[in-house]
């Protein structure tokens, strides 16, 4: 059974750089079936992807348009995990941060999700 | 402002029929398959259906799902009380290109 377990900051000020950690049990960053996603969720935004890392005999991380330049998704071998950066963050960025497994082809969807962890933007 | 649009809310009393619609474009739904996710407060959400019309094992069968042109839809038939929750469709979207998702819909059994 797969388990995702997040870790990170809840509060952040603005302009800083917002990083959370999802660590993985159960299954391996490195599997070349998989995907590893952040998600984020806030009343005003709804769900909204930010990306994700893969490996598929090298490492991949892709990110929608919007997002580019502001966030980097990693690998972390070492750990088994996988990390989020998002930097000048503003209040617009509070909301509450998932990581999840799948979103390709052959997976049922987004079909394990970490706890999430509420981050809020504030001085 | 979401790239799919669900309506807000659906609601049924005990045992009726409903479906919550999901509207995308040529970008998204009419190419590609469609999740549907399920979320209680304060929980992450659940895949309902993955691949547009299929359930993972543990989802009762009373939950199906279909999509046509660039529209999708979720049905819940014998509506029960634990139905109650919100209802998210997913799609992967080839102009972003990224995964979107809808508005939600809050389903209420009356």
């Known amino acids: 059974q797969v388990q995702l377990q997040q870790s990170g900051p809840g509060l952040v000020k603005p302009s800083q750089t917002l990083s959370l950690a999802c660590a993985i049990s159960?299954?391996?960053?490195?599997?070349?079936?998989?995907?590893w996603n952040w998600i984020r969720q806030s009343p005003s935004r709804g769900l909204e992807w930010l990306g994700r890392?893969?490996?598929?005999?090298?490492?991949?991380?892709e990110y929608p348009v919007s997002m580019r330049g502001r966030v980097v998704i990693n690998p972390d071998t070492s750990k088994n995990q996988f990390s989020l950066q998002m930097n000048s963050v503003t209040p617009e960025d509070t909301a509450v941060y998932y990581c999840?497994?799948?979103?390709?082809?052959?997976?049922?969807?987004?079909?394990?999700w970490g706890q999430g962890t509420l981050v809020t933007v504030s001085s | 402002q979401s790239v799919l649009i669900q309506p807000p809310s659906a609601s049924g009393t005990p045992g009726q029929r409903i479906t919550i619609s999901c509207s995308g474009s040529?970008?998204?739904?009419?190419?590609?398959?469609v999740n549907w996710y399920q979320q209680f407060p304060e929980t992450a959400p659940k895949v309902l259906i993955y691949?547009?019309?299929q359930r993972p094992s543990g989802v009762p069968d009373r939950f199906s799902a279909s999509k046509s042109g660039t529209s999708a839809s979720l049905a819940i038939s014998g509506l029960r009380s634990e139905d109650e929750a919100d209802y998210y469709c997913?799609?992967?979207?080839?102009?972003?290109?990224?995964?979107?998702f809808g508005g939600g819909t809050k389903v209420t059994v009356l």
């Open positions: 159960g299954d391996n960053v490195s599997n070349n079936t998989a995907a």
């Open positions: 691949r547009t019309d």
């Open positions: 890392t893969y490996y598929r005999s090298k490492w991949y991380s």
């Open positions: 997913a799609a992967w979207d080839d102009s972003l290109p990224g995964w979107v």
């Open positions: 040529s970008s998204n739904i009419e190419n590609k398959y």
């Open positions: 999840t497994k799948g979103g390709t082809t052959a997976s049922p969807g987004f079909d394990y």
